[in-house]
Structure formats: C-alpha cells, structure tokens
T-cell receptor, first 113, second 114 residues
C-alpha cells in the first residue's frame, strides 16, 4: 500500500507561470516531509523540506505547503523555468523511524519555453 | 567531497546470472540506503544500514536479494539469480547525523536483465 502518493504522473507548464505539484500521505505518524528533484541519468537531489509543526516553508522560487488535516502537501515553483524540468519526488519521514524515507511515485514536470 | 559513488553505472546481464552492485557512501555518514526505481512503483526503499548494521530490510523483494556493509565505506547489493523483472535503476544514498538530515543519492546503476 502506497503511504505517499503523487497522483499526477506528469505536469506541463509555460515558462514564467506557476507549477504546483501535489502529494498525499496516509500515515499520520509522518512528521517531516521532503521534496527531491531528479534529472535523467542522475540521482535525486534534495530540494526543500517542511516539518509538521509548520504549514509553509519557502526557499527562493520554491515553497512547500503542508495541510495536516488533509494529509496533503504541495510544492509551488514560481516562476517556473525550463531548467526546472525534471522528476519531482515527495518523501515522508517519521521521527519514530529515524532513517526511513517513504517516497511517492514521482511527477514529471515539463516547463516549456 | 566526491559524493556517493556507485558502480557499475550500467549492467546488462542474462537471466540467472549473479549481479553485484557497489556503493561508497559519503565519508562520515552513518546511514546507508539502497533504493530501486521503477516506473510503476517509483522509488522503493530496499534496505538501510546504520553504523554498518542492517536496520530495516522489509523492502527486499525476496531471498534472491541480499545486501552487506562490511565497513563504513562500502556496501554491496547482490541479486542471485537475477530475473528480467529485476531490471530497474538501483540507487544508493547516505546521510549523517539526525533523523531529519537529507539523504544524498548516488548516480544510480541501471540494471537490465535479459
């Protein structure tokens, strides 16, 4: 059973517009969430994270929002750039299991010039 | 720092053969993870080690898969015998410190089993 779900396999947006990537989770024990970005033929790289004590975390063009009641988080990229085209993975962690990240299936973002 | 190093980058083998994937974590990191990426299931955690000790191997698909970490700077993931359904990209990752530190991924090994 997928505890972390990214229901949109792909997303296409125009350069300069906002990209919104969504992620849902089922395990209420998750208390830390991360987004990773992956380019072809490379490993995933960390992008941004958020603790469950917050509902928003911002880093430059990237903002992650967390809605604990809905068990939903989203990544906003504003403005989107062609270099943002990649696969984005949502991941979740529980402090009771210090090492383990549970990843979603990924969403492929294409930003068109 | 060289980052997480994986070898080989590509492996093509025939069904029934033994496959060994290798990983060198970032120096000083005390956690090491093995993941498998497929289109259907995304990134799946296979096993992870803390201080060279396997902590959780519940993601290992079956007995054909085994992983070892003989020391802090080296780990292997072995598949014996390999099957076509094992074809995937296998990633190694490492991290150090607290539970919430980010994991650093290697470039992956693309395995094709014919």
């Amino acid at each position: 059973d997928q505890q972390v779900k990214q229901n949109s396999p792909s997303l296409s947006v125009q350069e300069g517009r906002i990209s919104i990537l969504n992620c849902d989770y089922t395990n209420s024990m998750f208390d830390y969430f991360l987004w990773y970005k992956k380019y072809p033929a490379e490993g995933p790289t960390f992008l941004i994270s958020i603790s469950s004590i917050k509902d928003k975390n911002e880093d430059g063009r990237f903002t992650v929002f967390l809605n604990k009641s809905a068990k939903h988080l989203s990544l906003h990229i504003v403005p989107s750039q062609p270099g943002d085209s990649a696969v984005y993975f949502c991941a979740a962690n529980s402090s009771s299991n210090t090492g383990k990240l549970i990843f979603g299936q990924g969403t492929t973002l294409q930003v068109k010039p | 720092d060289a980052g997480v190093i994986q070898s080989p980058r590509h492996e093509v083998t025939e069904m029934g053969q033994e496959v060994t994937l290798r990983c060198k974590p970032i120096s000083g990191h005390d956690y090491l993870f093995w993941y498998r990426q497929t289109m259907m299931r995304g990134l799946e955690l296979l096993i992870y080690f803390n201080n060279n000790v396997p902590i959780d191997d519940s993601g290992m698909p079956e007995d054909r898969f085994s992983a070892k970490m003989p020391n802090a700077s080296f780990s292997t993931l072995k598949i014996q015998p390999s099957e076509p359904r094992d074809s995937a990209v296998y990633f190694c990752a490492s991290k150090g410190g607290s539970a919430y530190n980010e994991q650093f991924f290697g470039p992956g090994t693309r395995l094709t089993v014919l």
